[in-house]
């Protein structure tokens, strides 16, 4: 099946939170998702996605993060995010992220486990056991 995609709408209230800068926490993502390096990615940089991951939109990085645990739970590597934003429509703050799926359950596990992974990176939260996380999304597909 082709053509399914989730929309998640982000809000971000504080402005400290709407960018991930910094070469820490781009090493900090990828060794914790090491595959996030094989992404591609159209409404990024030209410097690949690594370089993208020192300086860019927190959701844009959660559209990434969702789309690599899904792989790793089995999706097809093939699927595709989009990160938009229009904060004079949406309001300050509001990001939509859309990311193709295979399962909506893999889908909707991935975004918040992509989620707790971005509130760690960021200080907010504990570190997340992605080996564990993975797992039961894994368990999702029966
Ligand atoms: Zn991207």
Redesign the pocket.
């Known amino acids: 099946m082709e053509g399914k995609s989730i929309h998640a709408v982000v809000r971000i209230q504080d402005r400290d939170h709407r960018r991930l800068v910094g070469d820490e926490i781009a090493g900090r993502l990828l060794a914790m998702l090491p595959g996030l390096e094989r992404?591609s990615?159209?409404?990024?940089s030209a410097h690949g996605?690594v370089a993208?991951l020192t300086d860019t939109e927190t959701a844009?990085a959660l559209?990434?993060l969702t789309l690599e645990i899904m792989a790793l739970a089995g999706s097809p590597r093939s699927l595709r995010?989009l990160?938009e934003w229009d904060f004079a429509r949406d309001g300050k703050g509001v990001f939509r992220v859309s990311v193709d799926y295979d399962r909506d359950d893999v889908a909707v596990g991935a975004i918040r486990v992509a989620r707790d992974v971005l509130e760690w990176v960021m200080g907010q939260g504990a570190s997340v056991d992605i080996e564990t996380a993975v797992t039961r999304l894994w368990a999702l597909r029966g």
């Open positions: 992404h990615c159209e409404s990024g996605i993208e844009h559209e990434h995010g990160t």
